[in-house]
């Protein structure tokens, strides 16, 4: 089992910055890559950035130059810092992990305002 935790989420303005962290625990050296999701209501979930073991990043287009996804393995944390924030990235947003099943956080709220 791998239990992940998130925080960091709040209310911004827009044009603000925000640092999301995802803590992991339990059976953790089971763990590949990690990957933020976000949702909305009445949409699907939304891959926003994912990070492998050994680094390698990946981004949805709409978050590209404004997002950056980082892992500190040491202290078993996924970040996810937010710059230049829109309104329109307003959501939940969800760690995963696979390891090799998937697993969720909780979630952790990002408002936007205009």
């Known amino acids: 089992q791998v239990q992940l935790v998130e925080s960091g989420g709040g209310l911004v303005q827009a044009g603000g910055s925000l640092r999301l962290s995802c803590v992991a625990s339990?059976?953790?050296?089971?763990?590949?890559?990690m990957r933020w999701y976000r949702q909305t209501p009445g949409k699907q979930r939304e891959l926003v950035a994912a990070?492998?073991?050994?680094?390698?990043?990946s981004y949805a287009d709409s978050v590209k130059g404004r997002f950056t996804i980082s892992r500190d393995n040491a202290k078993n944390t996924m970040y996810l810092q937010m710059n230049n924030l829109k309104p329109e990235d307003t959501a939940v947003y969800y760690c995963?992990?696979?390891?090799?099943?998937?697993?969720w956080g909780q979630g952790t709220q990002v408002t936007v305002s205009s």
């Open positions: 995963n992990a696979l390891a090799p099943i998937t697993y």
């Open positions: 339990g059976i953790i050296f089971r763990i590949n890559a």
């Open positions: 990070i492998s073991n050994s680094g390698n990043s």
